[in-house]
T-cell receptor
Framework: AQTVTQSQPEMSVQEAETVTLSCTYD???????LFWYKQPPSRQMILVIR??????QNATENRFSVNFQKAAKSFSLKISDSQLGDTAMYFC?????????FGQGTRLTINP | DGGITQSPKYLFRKEGQNVTLSCEQN?????MYWYRQDPGQGLRLIYY???????QKGDIAEGYSVSREKKESFPLTVTSAQKNPTAFYLC????????????????FGNGTRLTVT
């Protein structure tokens, strides 16, 4: 069974700083997809970024980028120039079949 | 605008009563999902469905039931057999492409907060 682990329950940084959220996963699949979702206080789940395992190039979406290390089964999210609106729960997720498996989440607070 | 509608936003029930949470989507997505969210545990899959009249148990299906009579609708019933029903419930949907369905992200509704006393 696939598992996803986020080892940082909470993080806090100052506005405009860069922050990296960690995620590791365990699987025997060779092809799969990884996602980061954001859940602000409204509790709406919002897709931040996704990565296909067979692509070596790390995905980037504006201020958000990932560091995908397939051999280490690591998928960290970097947020550059953090903004107050980035305050949210962040979930890492893994998909190799119809099911999407989520990590426990990291609560990120951006301080003014 | 296309999206997923969950209703109601807040739901209160007495212990021992069954309750049904609504989920409707107009995205023309084939697959639909129900997740439960508890503090510190992330999202856990209850049930999912890939086509009408077919659904599969997720990781925590005990005490729940679903139906998929229409492509647009995937209601979840929380039965009296569910021992800890108080939680936040999220419905989601995604496309099913023949070659790359797993790349499709899930689109989520706004959730229903169920409180059972």
């Amino acid at each position: 069974a696939q598992t996803v682990t986020q080892s940082q329950p909470e993080m806090s940084v100052q506005e405009a700083e860069t922050v990296t959220l960690s995620c590791t996963y365990d699987t025997s699949e060779s092809n799969y997809y990884l996602f980061w979702y954001k859940q602000p206080p409204s509790r709406q789940m919002i897709l931040v970024i996704r990565q296909e395992a067979y692509k070596q190039q790390n995905a980037t979406e504006n201020r958000f980028s990932v560091n995908f290390q397939k051999a280490a089964k690591s998928f960290s999210l970097k947020i550059s120039d953090s903004q107050l609106g980035d305050t949210a729960m962040y979930f890492c997720a893994f998909r190799a079949a119809q099911k999407l498996v989520f990590g426990q989440g990291t609560r990120l607070t951006i301080n003014p | 605008d296309g999206g997923i509608t969950q209703s109601p936003k807040y739901l209160f029930r007495k212990e021992g009563q069954n309750v049904t949470l609504s989920c409707e989507q107009n995205l023309n997505h084939d697959a639909m999902y129900w997740y439960r969210q508890d503090p510190g545990q992330g999202l856990r899959l209850i049930y999912y469905s890939q086509i009408v009249n077919d659904f599969q148990k997720g990781d925590i299906a005990e005490g729940y039931s679903v139906s998929r009579e229409k492509k647009e609708s995937f209601p979840l019933t929380v039965t009296s057999a569910q021992k800890n029903p108080t939680a936040f419930y999220l419905c989601a949907s995604s496309t099913l492409h023949r070659l790359s369905s797993y790349n499709s992200p899930l689109h989520f509704g706004n959730g229903t907060r169920l409180t059972v006393t």
